[in-house]
């Protein structure tokens, strides 16, 4: 299994492009997160989906739309990218919603927006 | 989301001594309160978890303690070695079921 992978690792984009960051789990898991991680402030979440066909917005959801594509696949795009969108985007899995389910991370994208 | 506080950001120790982070959390009907990893490069990756129906959880090296009516709870690193440097991050799940997480603490074991 490989458990949950992102592409691509590493991205530079400029101001005004847009992209999609691709996230894909192969452990069953029904509910699918995307992340991002700032120097000093842990992890936000941007958007999840707790089932598939649903999405839902997270903490930080501005400047950026998700896809939950199927069980296994949960896109995030960001349509017009802003410096401030630098970052480190995560992705994660989890076998249900329940709030003891533990969440497995993919390995990441380190997004540049120049 | 859910306020969590974490401390110290960041922790230096010798080689074979002990490293404790603590973190604090506002909500008191919170009960799942998971512990990440994440080493130079890659995603985080659960270590320990503790929910609310236990005080104290240990896995060979490593333990968690929770005291709910502090609303804080605390990772104990005993032995630590030079793997044992990351990042570590704690969590709490809040009431709409979504992961809250600390800032952060960086360890650096000194051999």
Same mark, same amino acid.
């Given at each position: ?21 691709? +996230? ?66 995560? +992705? ?23 | ?111």
């Amino acid at each position: 299994n490989a458990g949950v992978t992102q592409t691509p690792k590493f991205q530079v984009l400029k101001t005004g492009q847009s992209m999609t960051l691709q +996230c894909a789990q192969d452990m069953n898991h029904n509910s699918m997160y995307w992340y991002r991680q700032d120097p000093g402030m842990g992890l936000r979440l941007i958007y999840y989906s707790a089932s598939e066909g649903t999405t839902d917005k997270g903490e930080v959801p501005n400047g950026y739309n998700v896809s939950r594509l199927n069980k296994r696949e949960f896109s995030l795009r960001l349509e017009s990218a802003a410096p401030s969108q630098t970052s480190v985007y995560f +992705c994660a899995g989890q076998r249900g919603q329940g709030r003891t389910d533990t969440q497995y991370f993919g390995p990441g994208t380190r997004l540049t927006v120049l | 989301g859910e306020n969590v506080e974490q401390h110290p950001s960041t922790l230096s120790v010798q080689e074979g001594d002990s490293a404790v982070i603590k973190c604090t959390y506002s909500d008191s009907a919170s009960n799942y309160f998971p512990w990440y990893k994440q080493e130079l490069g890659k995603g985080p990756q659960l270590i320990i978890d503790i929910r609310s129906n236990v005080g104290e959880k240990k896995d060979q090296r490593i333990a968690v303690t929770l005291n709910k009516t502090a609303k804080h709870f605390s990772l104990h690193i005993t032995e630590t070695q030079p793997e044992d440097s990351a990042v570590y991050f704690c969590a709490v799940t809040s009431n709409d079921y979504k992961l809250s997480f600390g800032a952060g603490t960086t360890v650096t074991v000194r051999a």
